[in-house]
């Protein structure tokens, strides 16, 4: 069976998307959760120190407006874990 590849908080992406008709816009950064615009979902990167002077920032990009997704580094998924209730 064929891995599902999956946006995983606290992995590095570069980011393509459209920043005007002839230019893309390059963003790097880690991946830090999904939100929504209005009813646009979109991605939420905090930037790296390629950014200069933006370093730290959060950058949101509409999921309609990605050219391309490049995968840096993937963090290791933690376990999320369950609650268990008995009753008895």
């Known amino acids: 069976m ?3 590849i999956q946006l ?3 992995s590095r992406y570069k980011i393509m998307s459209m ?4 230019k893309p816009l390059a963003t790097k950064g880690t991946f830090k959760g999904y939100t929504m615009v209005g009813d ?6 905090e930037l790296d ?4 002077g933006m370093e730290g920032k959060i950058r949101v ?4 407006m990605i050219i391309s997704i490049d995968i ?3 963090a290791k998924e933690e ?5 268990s209730m008995y009753v008895g």
């Open 2 to 4: 064929e891995k599902k």
């Open 8 to 10: 995983t908080e606290g």
């Open 19 to 22: 920043e005007s008709r002839d």
């Open 40 to 45: 646009i979902d979109s991605l939420c990167i």
């Open 49 to 52: 120190d390629s950014h200069k």
């Open 61 to 64: 990009i509409p999921s309609h």
């Open 72 to 74: 840096i580094s993937v």
């Open 79 to 83: 376990k999320k874990k369950t609650e």
